[in-house]
């Protein structure tokens, strides 16, 4: 079966195609710059008509979303009512949702309703987090009227390496308590008991949890105040501060790249070096959080773009963290593939009961 996978963000139009049950990556590839000025390609539909000109016939589509609020707990076949319900979590991702669900009405029209569409929510993977992880100390009925709630994001990614590990250990991952970290531009660490995330370091948006590449992280919520009522900033600035100015790249201000800042560091650069501190600093802490709450853990899994490839970055985060513990979890870096645990996904869902 060749199964497609689509990820649709605002500009840009990821995919990749894999023949299934085998999990061979067949093609894969990009359109970027979608609508910007110049460019030839206008809408997410003229790009994944090419897309599809490109990759010939397909079997299915799985297709990447960023939000499934309370409503999506697992995979679902896409139709007409499936739309209705993402569109309606579009107040929850407003950034991220409508161009997830272009990349689905553009598929349907392309490929008519014969062929099976799978939605694949990044949020899922946090539909157990008991509510004492899940509920923000506000008052009660933010979260009954206004879903105001922690979701988690990146939970594909997690998932993937969690079950990855569970091999890699030759353990069943129902008997595993384990923290996985996806460290890339985006970074989010999470604590998964049994197979399932018992909590996330992302929110009610990704903005929360650890310094990222340009986001805060964990802030007071207080400074917002300050900035909008005593400083007079409009609250649209602080938004684009807290998401695109800071992180490693407000601290330092040089830049989000690790690499870029290591380079720095060893010119001598102080800012770079507290930014690389800091975000060593925040994950050592949730990492002993998350200890806390396990009760124990059986391995420390890395992933993504810094997870993976800045091993310096690693030792130092794993520095004498488990030397209080008698056994020691194993430490693993595991590549995150998204796009394949979408497509495993996807074959379940169509192909899994026949
Ligand atoms: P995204 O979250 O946008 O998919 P990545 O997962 O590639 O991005 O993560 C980006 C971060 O990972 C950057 O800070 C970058 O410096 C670092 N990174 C990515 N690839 C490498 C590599 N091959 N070697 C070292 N660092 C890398």
Redesign the pocket.
């Known amino acids: 079966m060749k199964i497609l996978i689509i990820n649709c963000g605002s500009s840009s139009l990821k995919y990749e195609l894999f023949t299934m049950p085998k999990e061979r990556s067949l093609i894969k590839g990009a359109i970027e710059h979608i609508a910007e000025k110049g460019t030839k390609i206008k809408d997410h539909y003229s790009g994944l008509k090419m897309i599809l000109s490109r990759v010939g016939e397909v079997d299915a589509v799985g297709h990447r979303l960023v939000h499934g609020g309370e409503k999506f707990q697992k995979p679902v076949l896409i139709d007409k009512e499936v739309i209705s319900k993402i569109r309606a979590c579009s107040k929850l991702a407003p950034l991220h949702n409508p161009a997830n669900l272009e990349g689905i009405i553009a598929a349907r029209r392309l490929l008519g309703e014969g062929i099976s569409q799978v939605a694949v929510f990044d949020t899922a993977f946090y539909s157990h987090l008991p509510d004492f992880a899940y509920i923000y100390g506000l008052p009660y009925e933010f979260y009954q009227r206004l879903g105001i709630r922690r979701y988690g994001f990146h939970g594909t990614s997690h998932e993937y390496i969690a079950r990855k590990s569970s091999a890699v250990l030759k353990q069943p991952l129902r008997k595993l308590k384990i923290i996985t970290c996806h ?4 970074c989010s660490i999470t604590a998964i008991k049994g197979g399932r995330a018992i909590d996330t370091s992302m929110g009610f948006t990704p903005l929360e949890g650890l310094i990222m ?1 340009t986001r805060c992280g964990d802030i007071d919520p207080a400074i917002i105040t300050y900035l909008v009522r005593d400083r007079g900033w409009r609250i649209e600035k602080v938004d684009n501060i807290l998401n695109k100015q800071s992180g ?1 790249k407000g601290i330092s201000g040089i830049s ?5 800042l290591q380079r720095k560091v060893k010119e001598g650069n102080r800012r770079a070096k507290l930014a690389i501190d800091i975000f060593i600093y925040r994950i050592r802490k949730y990492i002993g959080a998350y200890l806390a709450i396990l009760g124990g853990c059986d391995a420390l899994i890395f992933t ?3 997870g ?3 091993r310096g970055i690693r030792r130092r985060i794993c520095s004498r963290l488990f030397s209080h513990l008698k056994t020691k979890p194993r430490i693993l870096v595991i590549p995150t593939r998204e796009e394949l645990m979408i497509a495993h996904k996807t074959y379940q869902l169509v192909y899994g009961d026949r």
């Open positions: 460290l890339g531009n985006g590449g490693l989000n790249d690790m690499r870029q993504a773009g810094i993976e490839h800045q």
